[in-house]
């Protein structure tokens, strides 16, 4: 696994004096429309996960994809120590299911996955068959930022899941939508 970290990048990066302020910066990507997905993992009895919207395809060939965790995350604990993770497409009628993997619903937050059903498959994270589409990853790659890393999975397996035929769940300007009609 390759590590990298903000000093090895070459002195190309903006002094602090130069930064954007963070409220135009959340400001600029709440435009930005993405997925949601819940990423699990599972470290001996301990099984951990999350909604993520950072998740991204890299390449088909080989077939990697990627996710950024926040380091003061549970999951991000677990992703770290396992080298595994599992990356779950959520479709528009699963608000329940992110609610509580993004800790929304105080009921579950210890608890996420009571009830819920899971499988294995090739890496022993803990995959949720009744998703629109799973994806079971080992980390091959890693970049540490500060207070996040973004985590370079090498997909192992994947299937589409019981809500495969659902639109995705979409997440833009803080809010949760459901997928317009095609227009080109
Ligand atoms: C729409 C949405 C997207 C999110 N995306 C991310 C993300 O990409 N990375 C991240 O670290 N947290 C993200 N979060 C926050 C985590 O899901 C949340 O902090 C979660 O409770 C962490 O759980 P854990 O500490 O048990 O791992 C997102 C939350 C929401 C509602």
Redesign the pocket.
């Known amino acids: 696994m390759n590590t990298r970290t903000s000093s090895d990048r070459p002195a190309r990066r903006a002094g602090p004096e130069a930064q954007i302020p963070p409220d135009l910066f959340r400001q600029v990507f709440r435009h930005w429309p993405s997925g949601?997905a819940i990423v699990t993992s599972r470290l001996a009895g301990e099984r951990?996960?999350?909604?993520?919207?950072?998740l991204c395809s890299l390449s088909a060939e080989p077939p990697l994809i990627a996710?950024?965790?926040?380091r003061?995350?549970?999951?991000?604990r677990v992703v770290e120590a396992s080298g595994v993770f599992a990356a779950h497409l959520l479709g528009q009628d699963q608000v329940d299911l992110?609610r509580r993997?993004?800790?929304?619903d105080r009921v579950h937050d210890d608890e996420?996955f009571a009830g819920v059903a899971t499988i294995a498959a090739a890496t022993g994270a803990p995959i949720l068959p009744d998703a629109v589409a799973w994806i079971d990853c080992q980390v091959v790659d890693r970049l540490e930022g500060a207070g996040?890393t973004l985590f370079v999975g090498e997909v192992l397996a994947a299937a589409l899941g019981s809500q495969a035929d659902d639109p995705p769940l979409l997440?833009l300007q803080r809010t949760l939508r459901r997928l317009g009609p095609a227009i080109g």
């Open positions: 949601v951990r996960g999350m909604v993520v919207s950072s996710f950024s965790a926040r003061e995350t549970r999951t991000h992110l993997f993004a800790g929304l996420r996040f997440y």
